[in-house]
């Protein structure tokens, strides 16, 4: 089974492997994140069941008992990174950051799923699948009872590294009320490990400390952070990911005959189809964040407008003007799916979110694509994820211009995309 897998990403992942968990990166990011986990697990299961479904274990076991999943669990010490535990202080054991990420883990639990009972392990598997998908459940309800903006199925994302888009322009105009007057001094080390060229600005950084103090000072009351943090903003990306989590997991649900979590997960998905049309901006005619606070939209051509068609979303109107984008883009970059749409004038190639390419996302894209039948878009989407990772290797993310590396170099969920596919290829070939 492991013959044509990329022995190189397999070794990456083994590397960031420290017992149970995998690092993102040694050097940059040294615990565990909720959704690179997620796909990590996706590149464990293309060579070792057994250790993809631990990936996702020892990330719930970081769940607090109302169903939020952090997203980050510190299980070990690194002096390594800032802002550490001390700084987030979850009073949780083990300690954890006090905001969530974007909901893949639904998702990649049906895929391992399928995998192990396309394999004939699904009894042996029965018993896991059914205590992740409890888990996996009461996070789903966690976002519907503590961030969905009037009950329209969107998530609203309090904290930019909420949305793992850390610096995305989406957030600049809802960033702006945020007090950073009383942050205070701090040590970077991101840009320690890093060329700045590559990471979020001193002031975004600022931004993000205040709403740490924030949420701290609440003692992470999540009631009270929907009611009054400073940054409220229904991200498309998390709303759209999280449809298709849910979408999953009823499916899921239906396989291990929970009728009635079933029914409770379309209600959610109705709700969600019904709301979501809140994040569609007419003017520019994409799907973008919306701001709570003050209802504007962002206005963004980003690559999470693109996971439309992954949520499953069918609108034929919307459809093709996203794919009159995806077609825009496309005749501009060498390297699709860039994070923010290269004619933008604050399109930077290097920075983060701000015009990086990001294979994790692209998966999600051309996973979509696929499905929506549009197999030429999904074929250029990962033929040119493949082409970046064949030139430079496993980065963080790539620059959509030339493919060169941006951010960190062996990066887990990049080698867990390069697994996820190759596998997918040998069960086709
Ligand atoms: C960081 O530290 O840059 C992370 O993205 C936060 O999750």
Known sequence: MTATLDPAAQAILRHNDRGGYTVPNGRVYPFQWNWDSAFVALGFDAFDRDRAWTELETLFAAQWPDGFLPHIVFWKDDPGYFPGPEVWSSGTQPRTSGITQPPVAGTVLRRLWDSATAAGDGEAYRPRAEALFARTLAWHRWFAQYRDFEGRGVVVAMHPWETGRDNSPEWDAPGEPIDVSNVGDYVRRDTGHLDAKMRPTKLEYDRYLALVQYGRATGWNHAEIARSNPFRVADVGMSLILLRANRD?????????????????????????????????????????????????????????????????????????????????????????????????????????????????????????????????????????RAMMDQTGFYEAYSPIDGSGSGGDDFSWTAAIRLAWAREDERCA
Not at 346 to 358: C, H, L, S, T
Request: glycine share 8%; charged share 25%.
């Open 249 to 385: 997991l009823a499916a899921l649900a239906r396989e291990l005959g929970r009728e009635a979590e079933a029914a409770e997960l379309d209600a959610l998905i109705a709700r969600a189809e019904a709301g979501i049309g809140w994040l569609w901006d007419p003017v520019r005619r994409t799907w973008c964040s919306r701001d709570c606070i003050t209802g504007l939209h962002s206005g963004f051509v980003t690559s999470a407008s693109f996971l439309s068609f992954y949520a499953g979303l069918e609108d034929a109107d919307k459809d093709a003007a996203m794919l009159g984008h995806f077609e825009r883009i496309a005749a501009r970059v060498r390297y699709m799916v860039p994070s923010l749409d290269p004619d933008d004038p604050g399109f930077q190639m290097i920075r983060y979110w701000r015009g990086p390419v990001w294979a994790v996302v692209n998966w999600m894209i051309g996973e979509g694509l696929a499905e929506a039948g549009q197999k030429a878009q999904a074929e250029r989407v990962r033929a040119d994820t």
